[in-house]
T-cell receptor, first 112, second 112 residues
Framework: GENVEQHPSTLSVQEGDSAVIKCTYS??????FPWYKQELGKGPQLIID?????GEKKDQRIAVTLNKTAKHFSLHITETQPEDSAVYFC???????????FGTGTRLQVFP | DTGVSQDPRHKITKRGQNVTFRCDPI?????LYWYRQTLGQGPEFLTY????????KSRLLSDRFSAERPKGSFSTLEIQRTEQGDSAMYLC??????????FGPGTRLTVL
């Protein structure tokens, strides 16, 4: 079945530095790739998403890139701030199904 | 605010008891999803509804679990004869105008 691998599991950066989280999916039919931020005790919050017909998408300090050939997609956060500290999840879904398959998460810590 | 509310936010129960959780999306969300999230993991798909019809169920949804969406608005998830392994965060999500899924705050279940 569909599987999503996510790396690294933890990431510590200094405030102002960039952070990159990478995911790999297994099913080439996957066509939608969202990223979620989850803070302690809260539900996942959608921060950015990308569809398979687009290679890159940017929203202020965050960007997502997709390499369909390699079945890789990545989240890039620039100019990190302490409030970016949270657990980040990548996910994928297959065309004609809606269920999201999540990665195992990356705990990002941004030190002031 | 994602427009998805869940009740209760926390539930502690004894093994063998039945529990029921409720999810309320805003009215124009015709697709509603349930996921389960255990500590340190990403959410795992359980089931989803298109209006009142339950369209897909995961193998994770044993016969002790039942979900309903009687009028195509709110949904309930019931777990009968709870086991310690049922302890998790139960998340409800609603589909936006594209492929986006917006999550509620979750119900954290602890089975003693």
């Amino acid at each position: 079945g569909e599987n999503v691998e996510q790396h690294p599991s933890t990431l510590s950066v200094q405030e102002g530095d960039s952070a990159v989280i990478k995911c790999t999916y297994s099913d080439s039919a996957s066509n939608y790739f969202p990223w979620y931020k989850q803070e302690l005790g809260k539900g996942p919050q959608l921060i950015i998403d990308i569809r398979s017909n687009v290679g890159e998408k940017k929203d202020q300090r965050i960007a997502v890139t997709l390499n369909k050939t390699a079945k890789h997609f990545s989240l890039h956060i620039t100019e990190t701030q302490p409030e970016d500290s949270a657990v980040y999840f990548c996910a994928s879904s297959l065309y004609n199904t809606d269920k999201l398959i999540f990665g195992t998460g990356t705990r990002l810590q941004v030190f002031p | 605010d994602t427009g998805v509310s869940q009740d209760p936010r926390h539930k502690i129960t004894k093994r063998g008891q039945n529990v029921t959780f409720r999810c309320d999306p805003i009215s124009e969300h015709n697709r509603l999803y349930w996921y389960r999230q255990t500590l340190g993991q990403g959410p795992e798909f359980l089931t989803y509804f298109q209006n009142e019809a339950q369209l897909e169920k995961s193998r994770l949804l044993s016969d002790r679990f039942s979900a309903e969406r009687p009028k195509g608005s709110f949904s309930t998830l019931e777990i009968q004869r709870t086991e310690q392994g049922d302890s998790a965060m139960y998340l409800c999500a609603a589909k936006g105008p594209g492929n986006e899924q917006f999550f509620g705050p979750g119900t954290r279940l602890t089975v003693l």
